[in-house]
């Protein structure tokens, strides 16, 4: 019978020089937090290896983050791999610890029959999903590591198909999402659904631990962005490592509700594709995207002079900034209504939010530009 297992406090990557997580000692030991004594050391919690310690092949690293509904969803699907479950152990790593999260894992440790081990590793942090896959794969005792996330549905071969695809000269391993839709996409969905053509993803890969043990894992720095994949998977193609495709090994991404003006708070992370463009520049350009669309640039011009123009009172000029704006914004809304859902909700947003998009980008892009100095417009 698998246990649970908690660890200290520990560096998950020595060349990562970011502050990382502490253990939520309160969610292991049941008491509440005003019982802990603050900065008494001896009250962290110490490893118990109570669980099987050999036979273990492959470790499956999944970072959940106070959603407990999905994290069930996600362990039933690991729990019921072709795989042996004598090879291989699920680590969950608990970003925002509850009690709730914790009763998921806790029902399947004590379901009957010999199921995989499962360590659940709560730890204190507001740090990136990058951070818990480095606490969750330094503390793996699997050669391989697998990489999802709880909104994630693997399917039952998921892991064998992964295996399979290390022949002895593969260092990683992507595999395939799948989106499945009714209909069309809103635009939000359509972001995520280019997921199913995305070249490597950390919702879906495989990684001897040696390799990441050499790269030094996850950049930290690129906060809740997604762009610590990409970065991985940049290190790995320059490092010449061999990368395998398993299109058989399959996880499913369900689309889920997102809330209205969705597609305007993403624009913070634009700042990040800054960090790789800089640790990446070739890469960055032929990968993710030669340069910011042109529209983009025309929307936030005519935004400038139309201020301009009304600071100087000069009504024409104005008028004329006004109407390219417009125009421009029309141009964007079409291509972004283009091929997805023509219901209220998803028109309303596009045709609310597209005037506001390109300079919400540009700003973000100029807010990555000066953190991590480099030339990035």
């Given at each position: 019978?698998?246990?649970i297992?908690a660890f200290p406090?520990?560096?998950?990557?020595?060349?990562?020089?970011s502050?990382?997580?502490e253990i939520?000692?309160?969610?292991?030991?049941?008491?509440?937090?005003?019982?802990?004594?603050?900065?008494?050391?001896?009250?962290?919690?110490q490893p118990?290896?109570?669980?099987r310690?050999?036979?273990?092949?492959m470790s499956?690293?999944?970072?959940?983050?106070?959603?407990?509904?999905l994290l069930n969803?996600?362990?039933?699907?690991l729990?019921?791999?072709?795989?042996s479950p004598?090879r291989?152990?699920?680590?969950?790593v608990d970003s925002a610890p509850?009690?709730?999260?914790?009763r998921v894992?806790?029902?399947?440790l004590t379901?009957?029959?010999?199921?995989?081990?499962?360590?659940?590793?709560?730890?204190e942090s507001?740090?990136?999903?990058g951070?818990?896959?480095?606490?969750?794969w330094?503390?793996?005792?699997?050669t391989l590591?697998?990489?999802?996330?709880e909104?994630?549905?693997?399917?039952?071969?998921?892991l064998t198909q992964?295996?399979?695809?290390?022949?002895g000269?593969?260092?990683?391993?992507?595999?395939h999402?799948?989106?499945?839709?009714a209909g069309?996409?809103?635009?939000n969905?359509h972001?995520?659904k280019s997921?199913?053509q995305?070249?490597f993803?950390?919702i879906?890969c495989?990684?001897l631990?040696h390799?990441?043990?050499e790269?030094g894992?996850?950049?930290?720095?690129?906060?809740?962005?997604?762009?610590?994949?990409?970065d991985?998977?940049?290190?790995?193609?320059?490092?010449?490592a061999v990368?395998?495709d398993a299109p058989?090994a399959?996880?499913?991404h369900?689309s889920g509700?997102?809330p209205?003006?969705?597609s305007?708070?993403q624009?913070?992370?634009m700042?990040?594709d800054?960090?790789?463009?800089?640790?990446?520049p070739?890469?960055?350009?032929e990968?993710?995207a030669?340069?910011?669309p042109?529209n983009?640039?025309?929307?936030v011009?005519?935004?400038?002079?139309l201020?301009?123009?009304?600071?100087?009172?000069?009504?024409?000029?104005?008028?004329?900034?006004?109407?390219?704006?417009l125009?421009l914004?029309a141009?964007l809304?079409?291509?972004?209504?283009?091929g997805t859902?023509?219901?209220?909700?998803?028109?309303s947003?596009?045709?609310?939010t597209s005037?506001?998009l390109?300079?919400?980008?540009?700003f973000w892009?100029?807010v990555g530009a000066?953190r991590?100095?480099?030339?990035?417009i």
């Amino acid at each position: 019978m698998a246990k649970i297992i908690a660890f200290p406090r520990n560096p998950c990557c020595m060349r990562q020089r970011s502050r990382h997580a502490e253990i939520n000692p309160d969610l292991l030991a049941g008491e509440p937090a005003s019982a802990m004594h603050v900065g008494n050391h001896a009250m962290r919690v110490q490893p118990i290896w109570k669980s099987r310690t050999h036979g273990i092949l492959m470790s499956v690293v999944l970072p959940a983050r106070g959603r407990p509904g999905l994290l069930n969803r996600c362990l039933a699907s690991l729990m019921r791999q072709t795989l042996s479950p004598l090879r291989y152990e699920i680590i969950v790593v608990d970003s925002a610890p509850s009690s709730a999260s914790r009763r998921v894992v806790e029902h399947y440790l004590t379901r009957p029959g010999t199921g995989p081990c499962i360590i659940y590793l709560p730890v204190e942090s507001q740090e990136s999903p990058g951070a818990a896959r480095n606490h969750g794969w330094h503390i793996a005792r699997g050669t391989l590591i697998a990489f999802t996330e709880e909104d994630m549905i693997p399917c039952r071969d998921w892991l064998t198909q992964g295996l399979q695809a290390f022949d002895g000269i593969s260092q990683a391993v992507r595999g395939h999402i799948a989106m499945p839709m009714a209909g069309l996409p809103s635009a939000n969905e359509h972001a995520v659904k280019s997921l199913e053509q995305a070249e490597f993803a950390s919702i879906n890969c495989f990684c001897l631990k040696h390799v990441l043990e050499e790269l030094g894992g996850f950049d930290e720095r690129f906060g809740a962005a997604g762009c610590e994949d990409a970065d991985l998977y940049f290190r790995l193609l320059q490092a010449d490592a061999v990368i395998a495709d398993a299109p058989l090994a399959v996880v499913e991404h369900p689309s889920g509700a997102e809330p209205w003006g969705a597609s305007l708070r993403q624009q913070k992370n634009m700042q990040f594709d800054a960090l790789l463009y800089k640790k990446h520049p070739h890469l960055y350009r032929e990968k993710i995207a030669a340069a910011m669309p042109w529209n983009y640039h025309a929307i936030v011009a005519a935004l400038l002079v139309l201020m301009v123009a009304l600071a100087l009172d000069k009504p024409l000029a104005a008028l004329f900034a006004a109407a390219c704006w417009l125009l421009l914004s029309a141009h964007l809304c079409l291509q972004r209504l283009r091929g997805t859902a023509k219901s209220a909700f998803n028109i309303s947003e596009i045709v609310l939010t597209s005037p506001f998009l390109p300079p919400l980008a540009i700003f973000w892009r100029l807010v990555g530009a000066l953190r991590f100095r480099v030339g990035f417009i």
